[in-house]
């Protein structure tokens, strides 16, 4: 390096080392604080979060007899084709809760393609045009 | 200051602390883990639907928390590029219902592989977030603290899983937190509540009778990429070796 | 002023006008409607995110020479320091607002600096590193133009103006205390930029996986730092109507050989780094993310922009004594060299992202959104006008 005086010397490296020093404690003394109280707020923020899917029991508090008389789509949670269950819990109304009778809701399951070997599978051409619901009852 | 954070103070001069910053087993009271059946996966994307109803993903958004893929394979030493067929379902809409995928499947060996983010126990993701937005709670979970991103997606490049991504609306990142606010109350998380084959199990691994701990006695498990050596969380049984992310 | 330095003036002032809108128009329309640039919506880091890694290496480079020659005795470069030192500030001024303008919530940059600390993340740290650099160039900056600033106190307009707030008359010593800090302010230049190299290091994608990166972007940040800064001296000369000769013309020369030597060091470098990836031992996936380069989608970037315009050409440029002798020709190599520079970033960022699977996203192709390149036409443009300012204001210009 160019010669420089030895008293700017000091001067300038003291002032760069004072510059790093603050860095390196405002780094690791400071701001872990701010982190880990935003984390901690940011917990309850997600745990104070609504579900908008019920469990299977719920259902069964009034729809006992569909419930009970399943066999083949009891593994299938309600809401799993239904929908989410919550506004309907509440309103009990038939808008709340989604009846999709149209032959993409069974066939998303039971189409006839490769790698579909632990449920029964159908083609489509299997009298197509016909809503699958008008011979075979989904909750049997 | 209290304890925690002059230990951490102390902790922050060593380096050797600071570059190797895995979740410490030592407070946790459960440890979450995720067992996936590949085997029983029919790629029907109810669990996707779910999941995107949950947790406030735009439907027809292309990316989604959760999602499926779906490998044809011709089987070949060596294999070409031309007899792996692989696609992939994140939206409501469901490929697997098209011509193309049908006629590509015919015959070949087919499988469906759920996919989600592997909450990894030294996460890629956290270690490189510059503002400390993602971080473990004490069950293994990695939460995205949305208050604090600011969207510079350093954690979508690190991810090895490609499981964040950037949401459209809220203009933060966005990843599966396995529904915990739903795990907290003692519910299920969305996307194995509304899986109608069971491919999905939820659990407590630390607990021993818990449906994931006797699955993983029984079961030979896998898990996505281990020599990333991220430790992840999801466990796959019946894994293929063309699953290469 | 002249009246060419008005029309000048108000184009650039239009060009960045034309960058604010088209970050405007970024940051309000993520979903974007325009059929081939859907598939940017899963790529993370594109065109802007290049662009500050250009500016970025070309404030470290240009420090890097700038200090050689004020800080490490190469008396021959002493004549373009001043060049160099604004030159820095402006890029690196420049390219803090590009990064800044990038991140999605932009309103919460911040939070980088202030109280969100992650310790581990090499993002953070550059960061840091970059501010602090920041603060010591303006302070090597302040007291390198010390003296003439107090030369320029006598002066009337802003000009005076400046240079009255900026000093007071009893000072001493205040180049060589500008020389220490010169130091330090290269020295963490060098950190900030091999935290840089390392933020894509520590990246499993294997375009960038490994401690090749931070070498290699030091080296790259010579070869810009060089090229930048003497198109920097030719410009300025040029429009001040000197010609090129004298201490400036050595130092023009001296600028050569470094230019010349660290382009060879280039050549080097990238030839080897892709030859061991795309070879038949290297892992399946190194191998693959070599392919858009030699003949996919990357190929005209990598061997036409990159290796031709950015690396041969000026290499044949500045060694044939015709060429290199002259000062056009050295400033023709380095314009070259700086635009294949540009490829290079856009390379690096993108084309190492092209294997990455974001829930089956793959994209071949390098996709340049028109926002994204309204808003760097605007950066372009408003480095050029900084630096304009800066030379008008500071007392740039050598007394003879």
Known sequence: M?????????????????????????????????????????VEIELSKEPKFSDTEICKECHYQLYIGMKNHSTVNCEACHGSGVEHTIKRSSDTIVVDKTRDACLKCHLDVEGRDVIETVNETHHAGVYCVVCHDPHR | MNRRDFLKLIAGFLPAVALVRGQSAVDSEKSYVMVVDVNKCIGC????????????????FKLSRTW???????????????DIRKEVLSTSKNPFLDKSWIETTKGRKTFYVPKLCNHCANAPCVNVCPVYARFYTKDGVVLVDKDTCIGCKYCIVACPYGATFLHPEQKVTDKCTFCYHRIKKGLKPACVLACPTGARVFGDISDENSEVSKLVKENRVAVLKPEEGTFPRVLYIGLDSYVVE | MKKIEVVSGLTLLLLILVGALGILQMHTHP?????????????????????????????????????????????????????????????????????????????RGYFALIGHVNTTSVMFWMIMFYVLYVIFLVVEMWFYFYDDLIKQREEGGLRGLVARILTIPKASDTKDFAKVIGFVTVFTAIVAHSNLGALFGVNYLPFWHGPLLPVYFILSAIVSGAALTVIGVYITDYIRGVKIEGERYEAI????????????????????????????????????????????????????????????????????????????GVFAASLLTVIGIFFLRIDLVMGGLVLKLITGMTFPSPVYHPFEIMATVGFFALTIFLYYVGYKLLPMEVRE
């Open chain 1, 2 to 42: 160019v010669e420089v005086k030895r008293k700017t010397m000091v001067l300038g490296l003291g002032f760069a080392a004072l510059v790093y020093l603050v860095l390196f404690f405002y780094v690791f003394g400071f701001a872990p604080m701010i982190t880990s109280s935003s984390q901690s707020k940011w």
């Open chain 2, 45 to 60: 994307g109810n669990c996707v639907v779910a999941c995107k109803t949950e947790n406030d993903v735009p439907m027809d």
């Open chain 2, 68 to 82: 499926i893929e779906g490998y044809s394979i011709k089987e070949k030493i060596p294999i070409e590029e031309s």
């Open chain 3, 31 to 107: 979903i974007i409607p325009i059929e081939p640039f859907e598939s940017a919506e899963g790529i993370p880091w594109r065109l802007l995110v290049a662009l500050y890694v250009f500016f970025v290496v070309s404030t470290t480079g240009l420090c890097i020479i700038a200090s050689l020659g004020e800080v490490f005795g190469f008396t021959k470069l002493e004549p373009i320091v001043k060049e160099g030192l604004l030159m820095a500030l402006v890029t690196i001024l420049v390219g803090l607002m590009t990064i800044g303008l990038e991140i999605e919530q932009v309103m």
């Open chain 3, 253 to 328: 020369q001296m600028l050569r050989v470094i230019l010349g030597f660290a382009i060879v060091v280039t050549i080097f470098f990238t030839a080897w780094k892709f030859v061991i990836k795309a070879y038949p031992n290297s892992t399946l996936l190194s191998r693959e993310s070599v392919i858009p380069f030699m003949n996919g989608e990357f190929a005209f970037n990598f061997w036409i922009m990159e290796v031709l315009v950015g690396l041969f050409i000026p290499l044949i440029l500045l060694a044939a004594p015709q060429t290199g002798r002259k000062a056009e």
